[in-house]
Structures are given as C-alpha cells and as structure tokens.
C-alpha cells in the first residue's frame, strides 16, 4: 500500500476531519472515497460529452436490443 500526504490550510481539514466524523468514516477513508469519485465523474462527463458529438454529427451507431441479444449469443 502506499501513502499519498496533501497540505490544507488549518480551515480545510477541519472541515474534512468534521465530514469524515459525521458518516463514520476515516479521513483517509474519506479523501480517498472522494479522488475516486471524482475520478468516475470525469470518466462519465467525457462518455456523455463523446456521445453528444457522434449524435451531433451524424456518427453515431446504435444497436437494437435483438442485435445485442444475436452479438452475445443470446
């Protein structure tokens, strides 16, 4: 496992340590929780965002449901 430290200003991790107590979780626990859902936000943002421009310019393929069922085997 490896250890990552970040600085706060005095405020900050007040209020972090504050959120962490309040649901029972770890500071660490917390923080790390959040980067990763961060992270997923991004990652879904830039599906949405790929999607929007493939419909905008006519790209974009879609699959009736029966043509997924046929692909899989199904």
Same mark, same amino acid.
């Given at each position: 496992m490896s250890l990552i430290s970040i600085r706060t200003i005095e405020e900050e991790k007040e209020l972090i340590k504050t959120y962490a107590d309040f649901y029972g979780v770890s500071v660490s626990d917390?923080? @790390? $929780? $959040?980067?990763?859902? +961060? %992270? !997923?936000? %991004?990652?879904?943002? +830039?599906?949405?965002?790929?999607?929007? @421009? @493939? +419909? !905008? $310019?006519?790209?974009? !393929?879609?699959l009736s449901l029966d043509d997924v069922k046929k692909q899989l085997g199904l």
């Open positions: 917390f923080i @790390k $929780s $959040s980067v990763i859902e +961060r %992270i !997923e936000d %991004i990652f879904d943002l +830039r599906a949405v965002e790929e999607y929007e @421009k @493939k +419909r !905008e $310019s006519g790209t974009l !393929e879609t």
